[in-house]
Structure formats: structure tokens, C-alpha cells
């Protein structure tokens, strides 16, 4: 049987919405054995989606992240929200799980500040070791 691919001109580089990685029109490399046309649930958003492989759980790579991203904070999805900046205290809107300052300049600043406490510390190992040395 003759494997159905989407209607795509032949040797476009496509994103593989299964492994997310680089493929190209058909010589996209799977591992696990490739299904016929299946329907599966997806575990995040609950969708019916077609299933493409035998270990696939999820309908994309949107969902897949998801999924991952909330196993690591013990089944919640981090709330982005509100956030209080580290450099002026001014709650701001996320736009990263990670985001710690609320603007631009407070980004640049608090760079400035950890490569300040940064050199502070060699500056006082450099000075421990003089001790040791002397
Ligand atoms: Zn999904
Ligand atoms: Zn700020």
C-alpha cells in the first residue's frame, strides 16, 4: 500500500509534526513504526487527531511541550501572568515562564548586576588564594 503524504511539492523541507524536527517530503525517518490512518486522543487538549505513530500521544508538538512542561511543575501549567521584576519591584505581564524583569532596561540592568556580582566573587576568590599562597 502506497503511504499517503500531504499535497506538498516534492523535496520541500517541512517541519515534521510528529517529531517536530526537519524532514523532508518523503524521506521523513520514523522510528517507531508508522500507522495507517489512526484516530487517537490527544492527552493535553483532549482533540481527535490522526494518529501517525504507534508511540504518538499527542496531536502536536504544541501539545507535546505542553504536556512536558507541566510534568516538570508537578502537573500545573506555570502561570505567566503577573510578575514582580527583580531590578524595580513593578509587578509586569510575563511573556516567558522564566521572565524576571519588566522592561527592557530592567533586563539590562539586572545583566549588569549578576556580571557585577560576578566579578565581585573571582575578585574575592582571587584574593582568598593570595592569602593562602602568601
Ligand atoms: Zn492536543
Ligand atoms: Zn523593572
Redesign the pocket.
Known sequence: MKRKLPLSPANTIVLDPVTGKLAQMGHIVHGPKVLPYTEAVCEECGRVYGRRREDQRFCSTVCRMKWWRKQRYGGIEPELGVGI??????P?TKTRAWSK???E??RI?NRRRQVKEFLERKRQAAVAEAHQEA
Request: charged share 15%; glycine share 0%; aromatic share 8%.
Open positions: 521584576c527583580v531590578v524595580c519591584s513593578s509586569f524583569c519588566c522592561s532596561d530592567c540592568e
